[in-house]
């Protein structure tokens, strides 16, 4: 695997995400300093797309929506600028949706009763390669939302935010 992919692919510490995803406490702090998401005046809008990944499953654009309680997941921002190419700058922040504190499905913030809680921040790899979180599992089967808001840096494609989307993973 090159140096920039693996990278991409440990950044996040497997223990943080582990422990973050489907825990009660998370070790990583909320990230009150980057508020809301601003838009570039003169940036095109890209496209956001939140995917899942499971060990093995490492194509861009691919990805998995479940899988048997255990199994390793990630989350990984595709972010593209109008001219369909990857963003080689800026950051994407992942949050996960919680409900009193455990992890919930990503309706429970979208109905308002949940809130939004940040993962971690990781910036773009200057290769294009979509940033990737691995260390997600679950013992028990669970459903989390999860989400990203990408901050574009003089690259043209506009800061923005993907769908939530969730993952669940199942007993076998």
Request: positive net charge.
């Amino acid at each position: 695997m090159r140096g920039h992919h693996f990278r991409s692919l440990v950044v996040a510490l497997a223990s943080i995400f582990t422990v973050g995803a489907c825990s009660e406490q998370s070790p990583v702090a909320p990230d009150s300093a980057s508020g809301g998401v601003r838009f570039a005046a003169q940036a095109a809008t890209g496209s956001y797309e939140l995917t899942f990944h499971t060990t093995g499953n490492y194509p861009i654009g691919e990805g998995a929506s479940s899988a048997p309680v255990g199994t390793e997941m990630g989350v990984r921002a595709n972010v593209r600028g109008s001219d369909g190419n990857l963003a080689t700058t800026g950051s994407v922040t992942f949050d996960r949706c919680e409900l009193n504190g455990n992890p919930a499905p990503s309706a429970a913030c979208a109905s308002g009763s949940g809130r939004w809680k940040r993962i971690m921040s990781v910036q773009m790899d200057p290769s294009g390669y979509p940033p990737t979180v691995y260390g997600g599992r679950c013992s028990s089967p669970t459903v989390i939302g999860f989400r990203f808001r990408y901050s574009g840096r003089n690259n043209g494609i506009a800061s923005g935010m993907s769908a939530a989307r969730d993952f669940t993973w199942y007993a076998e």
